[in-house]
């Protein structure tokens, strides 16, 4: 396993709808690693390949030198081009095993999971860590339906791999989590979609360690 669940205790995911342009995405990310971030994950949809390409390779500056880990959504090919820390793939996107087998056993593999039985592929596939959800209801993914809390603890007790809750979590709801198992949350507008994003992610660290 190439990463440990302190680490993943606050995993913020990035939406370029909450920056106006690339250089106030940076500043976000830096805030959110020095309010307490281990993980942020660069999410781009919309860009081409080689903006994308061209934007991981400033990421993954960034993130090693505030000391996170970096992790690129779904593109194995950007993140080995880029030399970031990982790569996060869906169900729908590159397989688990697939993508272990392009990065090597030095990178780090992550899975979405909604299910036990996905958390225990993934795992057997290589992943290090498992993203479990959607948690809450969720504006950033209009087609990602809400998990019973029964599922999540099905997940974790599935795969001896540390799991993150991602979806519609919030300030206000993480204490929900608690006794589930997990080892962390996975934050997207409660982090960039906040006005003190350092403030913001410092206090979803603090909930976060009630886990």
């Given amino acids: 396993m190439n990463i440990d669940r302190e680490t993943l205790r606050l995993y913020a995911v990035t939406d370029r709808a909450w920056a106006k342009d690339e250089a106030a995405l940076f500043r976000q990310i830096e805030a959110a690693v020095r309010g307490g971030a281990g ?97 809450f209801s969720t504006g950033t993914k209009s087609d990602a339906k809400p998990i019973s809390k029964e599922t999540i603890r099905a997940v974790t007790a599935a795969a001896d791999i540390p799991v993150v809750a991602i979806g519609g979590v919030s300030r206000g709801n993480i204490p929900e989590l608690r006794g589930l198992g997990l080892a962390g949350v996975a934050v997207v507008s409660g982090i960039f979609g906040q006005r003190d994003i350092e403030a913001a992610a410092r206090e979803l660290l603090e909930l976060s360690k009630q886990l």
């Fill in 39 to 135: 993980v942020v994950q660069l999410r781009e949809k919309e860009l081409d390949p080689g903006a994308f390409l061209e934007e991981a390779r400033r990421f993954t500056a960034l993130c090693r030198r505030l000391g996170a880990v970096s992790i690129i959504n779904d593109s194995v090919e950007i993140a080995l081009a880029a030399g970031a820390d990982g790569v996060h793939v869906g169900q729908s996107d590159l397989e688990a095993g697939r993508a272990r087998a392009l990065l090597g056993p030095g990178k780090i593999v992550g899975v979405s999971t909604h299910s036990a039985e996905e958390a225990r592929r993934a795992r057997e596939a290589g992943a290090d860590y498992l993203g479990c959800g959607a948690a």
